[in-house]
């Protein structure tokens, strides 16, 4: 196993390097690690990047201090993978897709699984399609933003098709801001939007895996957390500090994460 060692708190935790492997289509797809023990993948939300979800803030340091290998990659159209403006690299469903190819990329079998935004809505689409994890986390993401994916996308979409026109401070103003502090490639991202799969409240009622919603108590972006974690037969919710985007710079997220993973 190749031991990636878990910074200290004062370190800069960003300087991470990437690994690649190959989705199911040839596209390269990346991916880093922190930590050794049991595998658990987390994936990021639209627009951002494994490094500023899961590294900057501390959080897969938090958890891999709990032993735990925190595998972390960047979706298609993010970060260091791949970002393709050919539509058909783009078809529904595909960053479940990724996620599987990495499954068998790194020959996992018992493992977590979860993510933020895009990345638990993603996490949600491999459960549905088969993916068995010991157990589930799903941050910032409500019951309405599994089912309805285009209501979300729609405000995306106006916010890639229109950069340079909002009001400061919007909402719109604010997703272009974040935008251009990663560096994202708005052709590419455009082409993610057409990914979404809406997954049905039948479909989410059969996951019976323990499942953490974690939620920034004024998030409101993807509908409600407490439908969310009702409907699944073994879901948690936990408030944290924080709305959709400032929710992931508190340490209280890779807390709450990392004490449901600890737990016996």
Known sequence: MRRVPVPRPNEDQSILPPTFFEGR????????EMGEGRPVL????????????????????????????????????????????????????????????????????????????????????ALTRGATP???????????????TAHRGDFFRRVLTQLGTFER????????AFLKTVGGDPVALLRVLDTFVDTTKEELAQ?????????GGEDRDNGSAEDLAALLPNG???VVPG???????????????????AQP
């Open 25 to 32: 289509d040839g596209v390269m797809l990346a991916y880093r």
């Open 42 to 125: 987390l994936v990021h939300g639209y627009f951002s990047t494994a490094t500023v979800n899961w590294v900057r803030y501390g959080h897969a340091r938090e958890i891999a201090a709990r032993g735990f290998r925190v595998i972390m990659p960047d979706l298609r159209g993010h970060g260091d993978s791949a970002k393709p403006h050919d539509p058909g690299a783009y078809p529904p469903d595909v960053l479940a897709d990724d996620l599987f190819a990495l499954l068998s990329h790194l020959k996992l079998t018992d493992y977590d699984l979860g993510g933020y935004s895009l990345g638990a809505r993603t996490a949600i689409r």
């Open 134 to 148: 010991r157990r589930a986390i799903l941050g910032g993401m409500g019951l309405e933003g599994l089912l309805d």
């Open 169 to 176: 401070s919007s909402a719109e103003w604010m997703a272009e």
């Open 207 to 215: 996951i019976a895996v323990p499942t953490l919603v974690v939620i």
């Open 236 to 238: 948690r919710r936990v």
């Open 243 to 261: 709305n959709h985007m400032s929710a992931v710079t508190k340490v209280d997220l890779g807390k709450a994460i990392a004490e449901f993973l």
